[in-house]
């Protein structure tokens, strides 16, 4: 038998596509390490926000509810965790404010149904720590401001306001913007029944960075036939809204222009501001090692947009949340440092939909013709694959 007189705490901060794939990889785990170590388990789980948040289609569901409503893109994160005994899960709805690493004990104050925080501030014991707080931007459109609630409402303003507006301009010229402005493409493109003015601006010489010049320029050109129009090397220096709704933006170039939406897909930064400022690198991400290990705090980690080594992305999560809840294991069943994280590919990954037809993007370093993009992602914005991250499934 377990011993019942002392639970191992593992703590999991964040509970997006990081921290709940690891919090499922380790609740799935539990009974075979709880069998082999004779100890007892649980998990716990500390998140600003009660559901889960289908990132990835955000380009098509701001929009216009999608597949069919709001709902769909954001999920109560306990349908998932109730599947499991509940001596070996706590969810915890907080805002994290701090970690000792002496005392390995991370403070919080909870929120309420309302989200209204607590005066106190709380705290909990770690035996085992994981970092997956991700990252965040300048708008809950693209990223989670705390809880899920600022992002919703930014859909529905959105959703309210396309139908009647003139003028949208999309700011960024990675994969959310240019996705972003595909989207607007197809329901308000040149050759749609309600034309709107669409402008994107890349921010710098190109389309898409992260992929060859040849795939940047084939999705302006898929952007050009669409109606919309491409602007380089300008940038958003500010942006203020007007009495109206309009917003007047100022560029870098001097101008000024005041438009009906402003859709900013830029400025990610790392949501590390509650940790201590020796646990993490110049671009204030996590330091961890090959292991994924914080090397500073005995059994803690760091996964996923906040962890030093990550590149960002769902690809990147994909592969570092086995790694990082197999090594967790592996420590806890006395089988060592466990496995070395290694990325999926060193070569061009990304895709990109442009529409729901189809898009550009490479996989390995190869490029995919637009129906492959269609068949992997701009059909349907991998949407099935929302529930099962939550049922831990996917």
Do not use: C
């Amino acid at each position: 038998m377990a011993d019942s007189t002392s639970i191992y705490n593992i703590v999991i901060l964040g509970a997006s596509f990081a921290g709940l794939g690891v919090a499922h990889g380790l609740l799935k785990a539990l009974p075979t390490l709880q069998s082999q170590t004779k100890k007892n388990y649980k998990v716990t789980l500390v998140a600003n926000s009660t559901h889960f948040w289908w990132s990835i289609g955000a380009p098509r569901a701001m929009l216009k509810p999608y597949p069919n409503s709001n709902d769909d893109s954001f999920i109560p994160i306990s349908k998932g965790l109730s599947q499991y005994p509940p001596e070996q899960v706590e969810f915890i709805h907080a805002e994290i404010t701090g970690l000792d690493t002496d005392k390995r004990e991370v403070f919080y104050q909870l929120k309420d149904e309302k989200e209204n925080l607590a005066q106190a501030i709380s705290n909990i014991h770690f035996d085992t720590l994981v970092v997956a707080t991700g990252s965040t931007g300048p708008s809950p459109i693209y990223s989670l401001h705390g809880s899920h609630i600022p992002t919703l409402d930014a859909y529905k303003d959105i959703q309210t306001r396309l139908p009647s507006a003139k003028t949208i301009l999309v700011v960024g010229g990675g994969s959310a913007g240019t996705e972003t402005a595909g989207e607007l493409g197809y329901l308000h493109g040149k050759s749609t029944s309600d034309p709107k003015d669409v402008t994107i601006l890349s921010g710098g010489e190109r389309l898409l960075p992260a992929l060859r010049p040849a795939i940047g320029k084939r999705a302006q050109e898929t952007l050009t036939e669409m109606g919309v129009k491409t602007e380089h090397n300008i940038r958003l220096t500010d942006s203020r809204k007007l009495d109206d709704g309009r917003e007047e933006v100022t560029l870098s170039d001097g101008s000024k222009r005041t438009v009906d939406i402003l859709l900013v897909a830029t400025g990610r930064f790392p949501a590390s501001s509650f940790l201590p400022t020796s646990l993490l690198d110049d671009k204030k991400r996590v330091i961890v090692d090959s292991y994924l290990r914080m090397p500073s705090i005995r059994n803690a980690y760091a996964v996923g947009d906040n962890a030093s080594s990550s590149p960002g992305g769902a690809l990147t999560i994909k592969t570092q949340v086995p790694t990082t809840f197999g090594n967790i294991i592996a420590e806890l069943s006395g089988k060592g440092n466990g496995k070395v994280w290694k990325p999926m590919t060193e070569k061009e990954m990304q895709i990109v939909p442009i529409g729901p037809d189809g898009g550009v993007g490479a996989v390995f370093g190869w490029w995919l013709p637009s129906f492959a993009v269609k068949m992997i992602k701009s059909r349907n914005f991998m949407f099935p694959m929302a529930m099962q991250t939550v049922m831990g499934t996917a």
